[in-house]
């Protein structure tokens, strides 16, 4: 016998500001259903959710809950007021007796439920929320973004806890990974129409590309079919007026049909550009330490970083991945141990707290206000890569209407936050970008768009994320902060690196009988590479000053030719100042690549 649907929408119109989010919007959802809820930033998801949770009324159509169904919503940004701290608010409906499904939870989320609400950060009340939903266990669970602010860990037990769970759910994220993990239907959120797919969101974009592909053709046939009654109304309508102005009204309907059209969104029109070259070694850390008070961060940690690579830091929350950020940026000071810097670095932050963005300010005075934007004489133009932009045409590649300029920053969602806070880091040149979280709140396809941009970029990346499908895309090395000081480079991305961990587990398990080795008499043992020679070591020892002082040298050799009148004032220097570069970027490389040999060889 079927089962009645959790809940349903019925003919929902919803309107805001005069433009319709929703119009005669049907959806139903079973009982056990895992559905990923997708669109893009703006289209209305959170908004659709609020809705099903009966947080937000419509204008029109029926919301209807199955009797005795419990719904339970995890909103991005929960209201803890009245409450003294996170665990009072997270326990508040639950029924006697069952706190100890709290207590499981908050060791999963790693939440803190005696921290008091007064003084958590938005990404703690997140998580108590998310706590709070987990611990009532609704028959529906409505999930708006939960993995934000969650590390890589808390995700991963997150989604083994839905994995397992009998309760239906309605997922809004952007973490690739994690939908493909979970979900088995697929909401779309298009120009106020939701379709539903039944499969997962593994597949969803080759979906969406076939339907979008369809109404391109569709649109391409009315269009010719319009101009074909256009040419014959202006050719033929005076020879047979009266019998033909029902095909007059006809064409007149097709033009209405073609205007009713909701053009799509495009992409955002973000575009990264590389500054000057910057020297090959661009970071050398050596034996970094750093503790607070007892608490050990960083030890005796190494990591050389060549131009062009892509670092991913990984690791729980609080175990120090922007504060290693910061020592190898300088901008913090190790306890013991150096950092070493490139030649000609130009660095570009984008930090998780949104520190750039003024909440209170304009879009329109964020950017115009910016030192590094501003364009000196003109309150209405911003300096992009070295070109005034007007500050409204410059906002519309980030997919802001000219209505949004002048709304304050703290009205925008978070993804549109984010796509502001990139706006204002890819105005500039650039040759070491450093991203701190990058990908909360932004919508797959401006995932897609930037990490088409990273690949493409010239310089070198650093990443703080813990999106796994982003870092197996971008990163082309993984530091894994493991806690008590610990830091551990590996090779490749996150699935790399999940691998290479996985492996000394599997060889740590005590041997079985079939698994014992068997002797191999058929050639001999290879012998083992011998160490570096005397003069091999101290010329790996020698190396690196030789290359900090060919950096230096090219350095001061830039810095003259960059001398706008040299070569007419001083044609010889020009020349032997050109040679004296070519010589000594050949010697650097060459320092360099001997240095990688002779390390790898040690």
């Given at each position: 016998m079927a089962r009645a649907p959790l809940l349903q929408l019925s003919g929902i119109s919803l309107t805001f500001g005069g433009n319709p989010v929703f119009d005669d919007l049907t959806l139903v959802v079973q009982p056990g259903d895992r559905v990923a809820l997708v669109g893009r930033n703006g289209s209305g998801k959170s908004t659709l959710m609020k809705v099903m949770a009966g947080l937000v009324e419509a204008d029109r159509g029926t919301r209807t809950v199955a009797p005795g169904t419990t719904v339970g919503y995890m909103e991005q940004d929960p209201d803890l007021s009245g409450f003294e701290t996170l665990g009072d608010f997270a326990a508040s409906n639950l029924p006697d007796g069952m706190e100890y499904r709290l207590a499981v939870v908050a060791e999963g989320l790693k939440f803190r439920p005696e921290a008091p609400v007064a003084t958590a950060s938005g990404g703690e009340k997140r998580r108590a929320a998310l706590a709070k939903l987990?611990?009532?266990?609704?028959?529906?669970?409505?999930?708006?973004?939960?993995?934000?602010?969650?590390?890589?860990?808390?995700?991963?037990?997150?989604?083994?806890?839905?994995?397992?769970?009998?309760?239906?759910?309605?997922?809004?994220?952007?973490?690739?990974?994690?939908?493909?993990?979970?979900?088995?239907?697929?909401?779309?959120?298009?120009?106020g129409e939701v379709r539903r797919r039944e499969s997962g969101f593994d597949g969803f974009e080759d979906w969406r590309e076939t339907i979008w592909a369809e109404e391109d053709e569709a649109r391409h046939k009315l269009d010719r079919k319009i101009k074909a009654e256009a040419k014959w109304a202006v050719e033929g309508i005076s020879a047979r007026r009266k019998r033909n102005q029902g095909r007059v009204r006809a064409l007149?309907?097709?033009?209405?049909?073609?205007?009713?059209?909701?053009?799509?969104?495009?992409?955002?029109?973000?575009?990264?550009?590389?500054?000057?070259?910057?020297?090959?070694?661009?970071?050398?850390?050596?034996?970094?330490?750093?503790?607070?008070?007892?608490?050990?961060?960083?030890?005796?940690?190494?990591?050389?970083?060549?131009?062009?690579?892509?670092?991913?830091?990984?690791?729980?929350?609080?175990?120090?991945?922007?504060?290693?950020?910061?020592?190898?940026?300088?901008?913090?000071?190790?306890?013991?141990?150096?950092?070493?810097?490139?030649?000609?670095?130009?660095?570009?932050?984008?930090?998780?707290?949104?520190?750039?963005?003024?909440?209170?300010?304009?879009?329109?005075?964020?950017?115009?206000?910016?030192?590094?934007?501003?364009?000196?004489?003109?309150?209405?133009?911003?300096?992009?890569?070295?070109?005034?932009?007007?500050?409204v045409a410059y906002l519309k590649d980030f997919l802001f209407d000219e209505a949004r300029a002048r709304a304050p920053v703290?009205?925008?969602?978070?993804?549109?936050?984010?796509?502001?806070?990139?706006?204002?880091?890819?105005?500039?040149?650039?040759?070491?970008?450093?991203?701190?979280?990058?990908?909360?709140?932004?919508?797959?396809?401006?995932?897609?768009?930037?990490?088409?941009i990273l690949g493409d970029y010239d310089g070198t990346v650093l990443l703080v994320s813990h999106d796994r499908d982003f870092i197996d895309r971008i990163a082309t090395a993984t530091v894994a902060m493991e806690g008590q000081g610990r830091a551990t480079v590996y090779p490749g991305g996150w699935s790399d690196y999940a691998r290479q961990r996985a492996a000394p587990e599997e060889a740590a398990k005590p041997p079985t009988k079939s698994d014992a080795p068997k002797a191999d008499t058929s050639k001999p043992a290879a012998p083992r590479q011998s160490a570096l020679s005397f003069t091999e070591r101290k010329r790996l020892d020698d190396l690196p000053s030789q290359i900090d002082r060919l950096e230096a040298e090219i350095a001061k050799l830039a810095t003259l030719l960059a001398e706008a009148d040299l070569f007419t004032r001083d044609p010889v220097k020009f020349r032997k100042a050109t040679a004296a570069m070519a010589e000594r970027q050949a010697a650097l490389t060459a320092a360099e690549a001997e240095w990688l040999d002779l390390a790898d060889r040690a």
């Open positions: 987990l611990a009532e266990a609704p028959d529906l669970m409505l999930l708006d973004e939960p993995t934000n602010h969650l590390d890589i860990q808390a995700i991963e037990w997150l989604e083994e806890e839905l994995s397992t769970t009998r309760t239906a759910f309605v997922l809004i994220s952007h973490d690739r990974a994690f939908l493909r993990a979970l979900t088995k239907a697929t909401l779309w959120i298009d120009r007149a309907d097709l033009r209405a049909e073609r205007s009713s059209q909701i053009r799509r969104q495009g992409t955002a029109a973000m575009a990264l550009e590389s500054g000057p070259t910057s020297g090959k070694k661009v970071i050398e850390a050596q034996h970094l330490t750093k503790s607070f008070g007892n608490k050990h961060l960083i030890r005796d940690f190494s990591l050389r970083i060549l131009r062009g690579d892509r670092v991913a830091f990984v690791g729980p929350n609080g175990v120090g991945k922007t504060t290693l950020l910061k020592l190898l940026t300088t901008e913090l000071a190790p306890d013991a141990g150096k950092v070493t810097l490139g030649t000609n670095l130009e660095i570009a932050v984008f930090d998780q707290s949104r520190a750039r963005l003024d909440p209170d300010a304009t879009l329109w005075d964020n950017l115009t206000g910016d030192p590094l934007m501003r364009v000196s004489g003109a309150a209405d133009q911003v300096m992009v890569r070295g070109t005034p932009r007007h500050v703290r009205s925008l969602s978070g993804g549109e936050k984010a796509r502001l806070l990139l706006a204002k880091l890819m105005a500039q040149p650039s040759n070491l970008l450093i991203l701190d979280e990058p990908t909360n709140d932004l919508d797959v396809e401006t995932l897609d768009l930037l990490q088409d």
